[in-house]
């Protein structure tokens, strides 16, 4: 299986900040790797697909890049909405396997 | 605009064997392009792929899971199921069906759970 480690585990921001979330496989994943968001209560939404394919109605603060093991998420400016659970998946190869999340928390 | 419904008992009994249901509305089981899979999250944790399936009936399974999963889709109901038998405590979760689109970009496909159920609550307790 390949694992997925995400860094940090927990990040305190406040509104307006940047924010960057980093994800590694235990092996190379090309660009198959994609970002969810999930709030408490609610099923993961898809954020970003093929590492830095921005989904239809999410904000272009939001932002994925890299390749191969290492990638990273990226929020420009932190808004009220955006403090949630972060995660990260890997669609390489079976079984498909996610990071372990980020929560994003009000500092 | 698809969307996905889990649906089967909130209680199981230990040992005994959980079942769900995942209806699929505003689209069709019976697509190319799409695999239908189903995903756990235990309380206060992470999320775990269980296993996906498409309308041929292929399918993918977690290794850590397989002896004890059965995928299954009904064309006819618009429907795909889950089977997962000998339950503990551990399989105590909140499972969510999702669907995951398939697409070409040359040269490669991609894939992605693009469109999730809203999940529903297991509990494995005698």
């Known amino acids: 299986d390949i694992q997925m480690t995400q860094s940090p585990s927990s990040v305190s921001a406040s509104v307006g900040d940047r924010v960057t979330i980093t994800c590694r496989a235990s092996q190379g994943v090309g660009s198959w790797l994609a970002w969810f968001q999930q709030k408490p209560g609610r099923a993961p939404k898809l954020l970003i697909s093929s590492t830095s394919t921005l989904q239809s109605g999410v904000p272009s603060r939001f932002s994925g890049s890299g390749s191969g093991t290492d990638f990273t998420l990226t929020i420009s400016s932190l808004q009220p909405e955006d403090f949630a659970t972060y995660y990260c998946q890997q669609a390489h190869s079976f079984p498909r396997t996610f990071g372990q999340g980020t929560k994003v928390e009000v500092k | 605009q698809v969307q996905l419904q889990e649906s089967g008992p909130g209680l199981v009994k230990p040992s005994e064997t959980l079942s769900l249901t995942c209806t699929v509305s505003?689209?069709?089981?019976?697509?190319?392009?799409?695999?239908w899979n189903w995903i756990r999250q235990p309380p206060g944790k992470g999320l775990e792929w269980i296993g996906n399936i498409y309308y041929s009936g292929h399918r993918n399974y977690n290794p850590s899971l397989s002896s004890r999963v059965t995928l299954s889709v009904d064309t006819s109901k618009n429907q795909f199921s889950l089977r997962l038998t000998s339950v503990t405590a551990a399989d105590t979760a909140v499972y969510y069906c999702?669907?995951?689109?398939?697409?070409?970009?040359?040269?490669?496909?991609?894939?992605?759970?693009?469109?999730w159920g809203k999940g529903t609550t297991v509990i494995v307790s005698s």
């Open positions: 999702a669907r995951e689109d398939e697409q070409y970009s040359s040269p490669y496909y991609y894939y992605y759970l693009d469109v």
């Open positions: 505003g689209g069709s089981v019976n697509s190319d392009n799409y695999y």
